[in-house]
């Protein structure tokens, strides 16, 4: 069984500049790989902010009217180079067709540059505040080199050499070019309508409030923690009637049908109609003495004389009988 920071202790006795493939296939596969998964889907959104971005990519129509089949090639391509290397033939062939997809557009360097950059930087911003531990000095130089490399063999110029120049260029090019674009914004709502689609969505045929879980809770009482609170209570936040989901409140609980007992009153320790407080044992009920019998196990039970009846008469016993009884003794 693998232990939890083998692969990091792995990664460090690695040399960041000359294993940064190893070191990045082990932190994007085993380390981080959901992680990276959604870092680098947004490293890809963000991108649409730029308008000559967003726009060319509305032009294409390929994230608009084809968007599952584009995110596959996307995801085909860069995992073949991951997996095989640059060096390898499938590597090469992924290689060469995300450079023929690109030769098809007029796209500057600059843009080139600004979204190479983008996976580099997402990754490390979202693994810092969601990952189970922060990147380490050695896969931040290996995620420099990788990107470097890849940056090379698609022919960008100018690519930033360390981690900490591939951040200073993002930062500074999303200050100088970020803007709207309608285009742009059609790219991004398809983008999350495809996202959207991975998971389930809610069952056909049900009651307008299915859809409002938040007001479904309000309108049942649910009991629900709050900050600061020792003990669940209903959400009194979301009024039961109010907004588009109009669910009707629950009724209120019927009253209990056991009267109080007359001599529950007045004792501390004893438990009230309507009320659910822990019960100390001086204040429990007594059992009836046949409960209490047969709880002991014994079959024989004391009669008791009821309340105001006189009490039984004695037998009336000769003398002869008493001095046998004396004697017997």
């Not at 730029?50 to 860069?78: C, F, H, M, N, W």
């Not at 590597?91 to 995300?98: D, E, M, N, P, S």
């Not at 009821?306 to 004697?327: C, F, M, N, W």
């Amino acid at each position: 069984m693998v232990q939890r920071y083998e692969r990091l202790k792995e990664i460090q006795r690695l040399d960041p500049e000359r294993d940064f493939l190893e070191i990045y296939r082990l932190t994007v596969t085993y380390e981080f790989p959901w992680d990276i998964t959604r870092a680098l889907e947004l490293a890809l959104y963000r991108t649409y902010a730029v308008p000559s971005i967003g726009r060319l990519l509305a032009e294409t129509a390929e994230l608009t009217e084809r968007s599952q089949k584009r995110y596959d090639d996307t995801a085909l391509l860069l995992d073949a180079v991951v997996e095989h290397g640059f060096d390898s033939e499938r590597g090469r062939t992924a290689v060469r067709r995300i450079n023929r997809m690109h030769r098809s557009y007029d796209i500057s360097n600059d843009d080139m540059r600004y979204v190479l950059c983008t996976f580099v930087v997402t990754p490390k911003r979202w693994i810092d505040a969601y990952g189970w531990r922060r990147l380490s000095g050695h896969e931040l130089r290996a995620f420099a080199a990788y990107y470097r490399t890849l940056g090379a063999h698609m022919g960008i110029q100018d690519v930033p050499q360390t981690y900490e120049d591939f951040e200073r260029l993002l930062d500074a090019y999303e200050v100088e070019h970020f803007g709207w674009d309608r285009g742009a914004r059609a790219v991004s709502d398809a983008t999350l309508a495809l996202m959207g689609s991975w998971y389930p969505r809610p069952s056909p045929g049900g009651a307008e409030s299915q859809s409002c879980p938040a007001r479904r809770l309000a309108a049942a009482r649910l009991p629900v923690r709050t900050a600061g609170s020792a003990h669940p209570r209903a959400d009194p936040r979301v009024p039961a009637s109010e907004g588009p989901c109009r669910t009707a409140p629950a009724a209120a609980p019927e009253p209990s049908l056991r009267p109080a007992e007359p001599r529950d009153q007045g004792l501390p320790g004893r438990v009230r109609a309507g009320t659910a407080r822990h019960v100390p044992h001086a204040g429990r009920a007594r059992l009836p003495d046949a409960a209490r019998a047969a709880s002991r196990g014994t079959g024989r039970v004391k009669q008791r004389p009821a309340a105001g009846a006189a009490a039984p008469a004695q037998p009336v016993r000769t003398a002869s009988a008493r001095k046998r009884l004396s004697s017997s003794v």
